[in-house]
């Protein structure tokens, strides 16, 4: 194909895919009203509201979570379809409403987790436009000699092209569409306006603009290639002592820009791929070495790949190389450690531990039940520990826990369902890789790798400055607060909680 600067560079052979919607996002004009994007959405959404307005069973649990109708099949499939067709931010929702267990049924979830952009790749002209302002931003110019016009993949915010440098590198070149932009600003303001209207309806316990805020965070990395290219640098730092058995592809920084992001290119077989296998003698390391690896990012990095599922891994002979770091989740450290203190008190059976746990992480509304959410704890935590090892998935755990809570009134940060997804994903995944690894005794055999680390983290500089600040100020309060109990006490306002479930108790 012709490329700016009068260079010819090679093209592989082949035609581009046909597909019904049109070839990039810029070639739709944008709408220019706010009410003309609405009227789009009520079109597209059509066929699946008209069904649910029929059933005001299925509405409750849509947006109640409570399981007392079957919503059909059919219901969940034209939502799917509906938010295919507005493009990329309703695509990204209903992917982000997939890790929703406590906000959806079962079917809308694996409807929705489903979600896959429609869109055609880009013509040959558009990605010659493209080059042409990537070439204005470099220095030198375009840097590839060989360059394919077919796309590797091609999805609603970029696409992804095979390429060759000019010192022989092969390169995976991710090229931004052009306009999508603007579509997306568009659009996540016009679903942070529906958000605030469904919460009053919903309850609080949901918190759907906070929800809408995870979508924004996310597109706000997605459409910054330059933000992606620091992801991807800092994932390969991270994941650095578990390679060659896992491992994330080299950045260029060098050639990278807002809108072209260039990696090195890994060649092997999606694990989604039904021939493909790490060989039988690697498997058990495999397994173990991407089980660990993600327990790294959940529980010490407070990053983490939030899409594990098979088509984003290669397997590249006795290793696993991850790809796709669109989706990506950050945990705060206050929750990454509630979610080792679930996973340790489930490995010890102790319920009354995972439950208090958990309320570390949510935020009780002032309709909630903790009581009878402890209550149901400890009847849901012996069940999974009557499971065999082989069906127990640490993923499915998390969002009965999620689900529990949420029907009494107990508020989790929405990253806990992307969480939950990841999670389950990751479980899954390695049981693809090796059908007899136990992920438990996985878990239980990365423990150390945990302390240590949280030992490093107690003993530096930064903490121990922390510590005696906290200390410090404490101790300026204590008498205030001292004299804050006196006082309630010689006027009879002091009230005594004691836990009734508590150990011993």
């Known amino acids: ?118 869109v055609a ?141 260039v990696t090195e290119l890994i060649r092997g077989t999606p694990l989604s791929d039904p021939t493909a296998a790490v060989p039988r003698p690697h498997r058990r390391a495999v397994a173990t070495a991407l089980a660990h690896a993600y327990f790294q990012m959940f529980f010490v990095d407070g990053v983490f790949h939030a899409d594990p599922h098979p088509g984003n891994l290669l397997v590249t002979g006795d290793g696993i190389a991850i790809l796709d770091f669109g989706m990506v989740g950050r945990i705060e450290r206050q929750v990454a450690d509630n979610l080792v203190r679930i996973l340790l008190n489930f490995v010890l059976r102790d319920s009354h531990g995972v439950a208090h746990a958990f309320l570390d992480i949510g935020k009780p509304t002032r309709a909630a039940d903790e009581l009878g959410w402890i209550m149901e704890v400890r009847r849901l935590v012996p069940r999974y520990h009557g499971v065999r090892l082989e069906r127990l998935n640490l993923g499915a755990l998390l969002v009965d826990l999620l689900k529990s809570a949420a029907r009494s009134g107990i508020q989790a940060p929405p990253v806990i369902g992307l969480i939950c997804k990841s999670l389950a994903n990751m479980d899954g995944t390695v049981r693809r890789i090796d059908p007899e690894i136990d992920v438990l005794e996985t878990f239980r055999t990365f423990i150390p790798r945990l302390l240590e680390s949280h030992a490093r983290r107690l003993a530096s500089p930064e903490r121990a400055a922390k510590v005696a600040l906290d200390t410090s100020i404490g101790a300026q309060r204590t008498p205030f607060q001292l004299a804050t109990i006196l006082e309630k006490l010689a006027t009879g306002r002091m009230r005594l909680v004691v836990d009734p479930l508590s150990p011993g108790g």
């Open 121 to 261: 790749p880009m013509t040959e002209a558009e990605v010659t436009a493209c080059l042409a302002e990537y070439a204005a931003e470099l220095r030198d110019g375009i840097p590839f000699r060989d360059f394919d016009s077919v796309p590797l993949a091609a999805a609603s915010l970029a696409q992804v092209h095979r390429a060759v440098l000019f010192d022989g590198r092969e390169v995976a070149v991710k090229i931004q569409r052009r306009g999508v932009g603007e579509v997306v600003r568009h659009d996540l303001r016009l679903l942070q306006i529906g958000a605030r209207a469904l919460s009053r309806r919903v309850g609080e316990v949901y918190d759907l603009p906070g929800l809408v805020e995870e979508l924004e965070l996310t597109f706000r990395d997605e459409l910054s290639f330059r933000s992606e290219a620091d992801a991807l640098a800092m994932f390969r730092e991270n994941l650095a002592p578990f390679r060659p058995r896992v491992s994330v592809p080299e950045v260029l920084f060098g050639l990278c820009t807002e809108r072209v992001l």
């Open 1 to 118: 194909m012709s490329l700016p600067g009068g260079r010819q560079m090679e093209a592989s052979g082949g035609q581009l895919p046909a597909a019904a919607a049109p070839s990039s996002v810029a070639s739709r004009p944008a709408p220019r009203r706010t009410v003309g994007r609405a009227v789009q959405i009520a079109r597209a959404l059509r066929p699946w509201a008209s069904g649910i307005a029929h059933s005001p069973e299925t509405w409750v649990d849509l947006w109640l979570g409570f399981a007392r109708s079957d919503p059909s099949l059919e219901s969940a499939e034209q939502l799917r379809a509906g938010l295919e067709q507005l493009g990329p931010v309703f695509i990204k929702a209903g992917q982000l409403l997939s890790t929703r267990p406590d906000l959806l049924p079962r079917k809308y979830l694996d409807a929705l987790a489903g979600l896959q952009s429609s």
